[in-house]
């Protein structure tokens, strides 16, 4: 039986699209390899936000193109966003790869596998299985905000919303596979549905959802804050299978630098939406998305970032570095200017003080019972997730995967909780 490896980095729509194709190879009869040497088929799902992901996709590359030479039969596929538009100009580059595709071009791929002889008719890219009682349903494909730093949009393309009855049926789909819980992704999900017929929004999606029979858990991710309506904060409210949890990137606690990054946002403005959320769901715990080192940072415009990061207390910081990305327009119209060393530095002060806040926040766990539902087991524990996304290990000698749970926290640290079956408040 042929064998295929799945080599992905970058963000969560990454995964989802690698189980896709993942579920699309099974059905053709292919088999996982073990590891990229062993296949027949390697498929690159990259992710080129910043330039050490890039770095890491064209090393996987160079790799391959001597596993070609050795094994010339091998099938090289790449996709991601790592593919821009010019795919005659990538194919000269890198002349190892069999076949790019843009990230979501199933279409593409199924004609591609029937050209090759793999399949025997272009059909679609069938029902996805799901390894996991979480599940990432993709629901908006791009990007139409165009941040100053982000490449993304010129991956991607335009917002492309899938139909609401579509998701539904895969998520029905879904859970006859034992799926317990569905997290809605996109660049920006809360723009799902204005370029649909109807009009539908992330409200309407989520009430329908909500009402589907033993699904137990809703989370959507990432979010835009000029896009999260009161509609949008009410549903979440008022929907009991929609988790207490938000990702809301805010990128820098200095006006001038949102400014220049085209955020479309103050922090003034972002602070209010804040106060709107935790007024109307008080359990909500928050993540944000936070780059250093955007084009002429000054240290008080980084310290503005910290003490806002204070102020707030989110439960996750997600800290990068800024990157220059050839083609945007922060690419093109500022110079790169914060020394590495600096940004370093900043990366680590905001990571340590995170530490701090995530840690505090998490201790508030211990001695209380939450409830798990429980993912799977690694070195011997069983881990899962609460409705708030704290990582919790506890253990169990059944395997208890998919079944809802109430751990009694003992421990915690900034990253992670760990508990005991059983015990009620
Ligand atoms: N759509 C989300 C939003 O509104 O912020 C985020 C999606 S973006 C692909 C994921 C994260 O990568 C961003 O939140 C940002 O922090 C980071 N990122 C994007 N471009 C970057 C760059 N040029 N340099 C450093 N980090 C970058
Ligand atoms: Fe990139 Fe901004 Fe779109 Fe997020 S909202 S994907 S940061 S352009």
Known sequence: MPRYFIWTIGCQMNKAESLRI?????????QVAPSLQEADLVVLNTCVVRQSAEDKVLGTLGLLKGLKKEHPNLFILVT????????????????????????????????????????????EIGPLTSPSP???????????????????????????SRPLEEVICEVKGLMKQGVREVTL???NVP??????????????????????????????????????????????ASLDKVCEHLELPIQSGDDDILKAMRRGYTVEQYRKLIRAIRYHIPQI??????????????????????SLLEEMRFDVVHVAAYSPRPGTIAGRKYEDNVPPEIKRKRLNKVEQLQANIAAELNSAYRGKTVEVLVEGEKRGKWHGRTRSDKIVFFENKDDCTGQLVEIRIEKTSPWALQGKVGYNN
Not at 22 to 30: E, H, K, R, T
Not at 84 to 103: A, M
Not at 194 to 222: G, K, M, V
Request: hydrophobic share 35%.
């Open 191 to 236: 723009s799902y549905g204005h370029d649909l017929p109807s009009n539908p929004d992330l409200a309407d999606l989520l009430a329908e959802l909500n009402s589907i029979d033993n699904l137990a858990r809703i989370r959507f991710l990432t979010n835009h804050p000029r896009d999260m309506s009161r509609r949008l904060i009410e549903a979440m």
């Open 285 to 306: 715990s928050l993540s944000t998305d936070i780059i250093v080192g955007f084009p002429g940072e000054t240290e008080e415009q980084f310290e503005h970032t910290s």
């Open 22 to 30: 993942a579920s699309y190879l099974d059905f053709l009869g292919y």
């Open 80 to 123: 991601g966003c790592f593919v821009d538009s010019n795919i005659e100009g990538l194919k000269r580059r890198f002349s190892q790869v069999d076949f790019f595709f843009k990230p979501g071009a199933y279409t593409e791929l199924t004609n591609w596998t029937q050209l090759q002889g793999i399949s025997t008719a272009a059909q």
């Open 134 to 160: 979480c599940a990432f349903v993709p629901i908006i494909q791009g990007c139409n905000k165009f941040c100053s730093y982000c490449i993304v949009p010129y991956r991607r393309g335009r917002e492309v």
């Open 185 to 187: 992704l996109g660049q």
